[in-house]
Every structure is written in structure tokens, then in C-alpha cells.
């Protein structure tokens, strides 16, 4: 079966650096994408690896080990508007015509604090 | 990249009714996705939407519940049928224009069931 994980919430003071963690297990693997979603909102890409190794972003990198099945998303001078959920999602499944399903994980809410 | 128009944004039915939601894409895309988002949970994909073909429904998700349709390669339906409050959710259309690009989502339809 399909199977991600990631932390369920997180709290980091404005300014710092923080880093969310995402494991995977899933029967295929054609990329992982990191999404932002504020309350009430749609999902907005913010990274998307498919080779091992770090991607750089202005304030945000994501890295990606795919022997470890392991991911994780930093987000550097924290700001108050990063106060959001943060979703680990694994293209995984083919589903034909050049197109691929995305797996989501439960999402990870991360509060910024003064 | 490929912008969504989702609607309606917001709905709130009488349980035993039905609403479909529409999703028109600014560009032609063979496969969208339909998500469903229940309070504090991820995104679960409900079905994917081939153009001239019936969708193919996830685990879990029926075709009578959740009628798609898939008219044209812009635009596509997704009704929830019979409704209780326990389908009381967002629901989100996706695409994914190529196989190297992250998936675009419309801005959601915010469903409550009373």
C-alpha cells in the first residue's frame, strides 16, 4: 500500500529555520512534491524533487533521499505568513495519457510564533 | 502551467440532495484528478477523469455517489449525490499538465451538509 508520513504540527519562533520531515512508501516513484496550504485554501506548489539531492528555492529547499524513502522541506527567516499546513505528496501511480497520481500525506501544521 | 476555475466556492445543502461542482481549465488536459479534503485531513483522491472515457474511481469511492463527467478536454463535473453530513468537506479538481510538471488545483468548493 501507499504510505507517507510526517509530523502532525510544529511550532517555530519568527526568524528561525525549520525543517519538516516526510517518509514514504509507495509502490512507485515518479517525483515528490512539497505544497503550502493556508486555511481554507486550495494547495500551492512550493518544491518538487525527483533526483536525490538538495533543491533550492529563495527561502525554502527541499531534499530528497530516494533509497531512504525520505524527504524533508526547510524553511529558512521564518515569517509569520509560513503559518500554514505543509503536505508531502508522491507521484506514484501512472494513471496514462502522460498524467500521474499524486499521493498526498496527512499534511503538517506548522504555527509561527512572535 | 494551467490556471482552474472551480465553482461554486462555497455551498451549504439539505442532506438527501445533490450538487455538482464544476472545474474549466484555461488549457487542454487529458486526465483530471477530483479530491476530497474532510476537516483536518489531506487530500484523497476520489476518482481520475479521462476525456471520453468513464472515470476510474478510487477505494472506497462509487461511480453513483460521485458522478463525473468529462465532456470536453477543458472541463469536467464532479456531483456528490444523496448527501449527508458526512460528506461535509472541500472538494478540489486537479490537473497535471505533463509528466514533469507539479499538479495545479482549482480553488476548491467548500461543501457543508445540514
Known amino acids: 500500500g501507499q504510505n507517507i508520513d510526517q509530523p502532525t504540527e510544529m511550532t517555530a519562533t519568527e526568524g528561525a529555520i525549520v525543517q519538516i520531515n516526510c517518509t514514504y512508501q509507495?509502490?512507485?516513484?515518479?517525483?515528490l512534491f512539497w505544497y503550502q496550504q493556508h486555511a481554507g485554501e486550495a494547495p500551492t506548489f512550493l518544491s518538487y524533487?525527483?533526483?536525490?539531492g538538495l533543491e533550492e528555492k529563495g527561502r525554502f529547499s527541499s531534499f530528497l533521499s530516494r533509497s531512504k524513502g525520505y524527504s524533508y522541506l526547510l524553511l529558512k527567516e521564518l515569517q509569520m505568513k509560513d503559518s500554514a499546513s505543509y503536505l508531502c505528496a508522491v507521484r506514484d501511480q501512472y494513471s496514462g495519457a502522460g498524467s500521474y497520481q499524486l499521493t498526498f500525506g496527512k499534511g503538517t501544521k506548522l504555527s509561527v510564533i512572535p | 502551467s494551467a490556471v482552474i476555475s472551480q465553482k461554486p466556492s462555497r455551498d451549504i445543502c439539505q442532506r438527501g440532495t445533490s450538487l455538482t461542482i464544476q472545474c474549466q481549465v484555461d488549457?487542454?488536459?487529458?486526465?483530471m484528478f477530483w479530491y476530497r479534503q474532510q476537516p483536518g485531513q489531506s487530500l484523497t483522491l476520489i476518482a481520475t477523469?479521462?476525456?471520453?472515457?468513464?472515470?476510474?474511481?478510487e477505494s472506497g469511492f462509487v461511480i453513483d455517489k460521485f458522478p463525473i463527467s468529462r465532456p470536453n478536454l477543458t472541463f469536467s463535473t464532479l456531483t456528490v449525490s444523496n448527501m449527508s453530513p458526512e460528506d461535509s468537506s472541500i472538494y478540489l479538481c486537479?490537473?497535471?499538465?505533463?509528466?514533469?510538471?507539479?499538479?495545479?488545483f482549482g480553488q476548491g468548493t467548500r461543501l457543508t451538509v445540514v
Open positions: 488549457s487542454q488536459v487529458t486526465m
Open positions: 509507495t509502490s512507485g516513484f515518479n517525483g
Open positions: 524533487n525527483v533526483l536525490d
Open positions: 486537479s490537473v497535471s499538465p505533463g509528466s514533469g510538471t507539479e499538479a495545479f
Open positions: 477523469a479521462n476525456q471520453g472515457s468513464e472515470a476510474t474511481y
